[in-house]
């Protein structure tokens, strides 16, 4: 009688512990979060010791989210078919070199190209956080940890602020990039050890994809960047908005047609999928623009140092570190959509109640509630779009479904800037406390619409998407 021999089983490493994944993919994640807000603080200081102009101060942001949002779609397909972990090291790496960069830089133009640098590197580690994470803990635990994610998340947006001010006041304004080098240091060789390599469906690049994909988004924001300066109507402007429309409608095209597209179009059959990143959109556009203006309110009309006005932003800036958890496990309670416009509502509520509240003489307590309230809205939508995102697509394409909400959510950063800087001094400027507030009131008005109309988008998402 003969006996049949079962085929060798290939025995599954066992998983992380929870914390240890969430400390692998969160102290990058911290660290490219901290640095999307940790310029603001220090920018009246860097516009002086650089001598740069409010155009340079809307670089120094939009160089960085400029380079982020090009670049993310791209490096989330690099990563589906390299290796999402290599990706991810390598996104670390570069980071820590351009901070060190950025720290060095002794003209306006020399600290805008390294903050490209660390924003191209940042492409490379939001996004794939995320999808590591979400194969890194099983599926009972994912919205619980996803939570988390979005309180370290939080506490990036949270203490950057505090931190810029900090160390402009205590050290020197180039220490909020040195900061990161240790960091980084430390990050890789911990991803390294705790992240198992993993990679999406598609194996083949898409290199037509990448170039028209990337080419496309950095035309676009660059016309709507300088859209202020140059005029709307102006011959480079126009350029640049008609070559982004056209590069990313051939995007769109070439992906129908694609043998391996880096972003199936197929995903945005799923209803969840295209709401959560209209959403994503208009909630950096109208919170982000906002912040861009509000974190210098309390230097320049008040007069505070940055310690002074990063420590004013925290009723804000700390809720969502507290809030996302908590929004992480109630999601699948009581639904994504509830929380998502819920915390656009509150956003949008809390925005109008700062312009209405921000004169020249304010005193600081009668705006400590509506920050909290545009802090608690923050909570309420970072875990459940990030949830929705990841609930909406297959396992097989969750890094391009990161890639592409996290896209969204930086270009709406940067058409923020851009368009409530324009709004900002087309009713006022820095020349004096009286002409920033005059300037102030009417760009957080567009933030707050830009927000509402978000929350109105939110109504859409399925009941328990």
Known sequence: MSTVLAPPVTPVPPRRPLGAVLAAVGIPMFMVTLDNLVVTTALPVIKTNL??????????????????????????????????????????????????????????????????????????????????????????????????????????????????????????????????????????????????????????LDPLGLVLSSGGVLAAVWGVVHGSDHGWTSRPVLTALIGGGVLLAAFLAWERRAAAPMLPLRLFRSRGFSVVNAVAFTFSAGVFGSVFLLAQFFQVVQGLSPLEAGVRTLPWTMAPMVVAPLAGLLVGRVGARVLIATGQLLLAAGLGWISVASTVAVAYPALVVPLALAGIGMGLTFAPMSTTTLASVPVDSHGVASGTNNTLRELGVAVGVAVLASVFAARGGYGSPASFVAGLGPALWVGAAVVAAGAVVALLLPRRG
């Open 51 to 204: 001598g740069a102009s409010l155009t340079d101060l809307q670089w120094f942001v939009n160089a960085y989210t400029l380079s982020f949002a090009a670049l993310l779609l791209t490096a989330a397909a690099l990563g589906d078919r390299l290796g999402r972990r290599r990706m991810f090291l390598f996104g670390i790496s570069l980071f820590t070199v351009a901070s060190a960069a950025c720290a060095l830089a002794t003209e306006p133009w020399m600290l805008t190209a390294a903050r490209a640098v660390q924003g191209a590197a940042g492409a490379a580690v939001m996004p794939l956080s995320l999808t590591l994470l979400a194969a890194g803990v099983p599926e009972r635990l994912r919205n619980a940890a996803v939570g988390i994610w979005g309180g370290i998340s939080g506490l990036g947006v949270a203490v950057g602020p505090v931190v810029g001010g900090a160390v402009t006041d205590g050290l020197d304004w180039t220490w909020i990039f040195w900061l990161n080098v240790p960091v980084g240091l430390v990050a890789v060789p911990v991803a390294a050890l705790v992240l198992r390599e993993s990679r999406g469906g598609a194996r083949r």
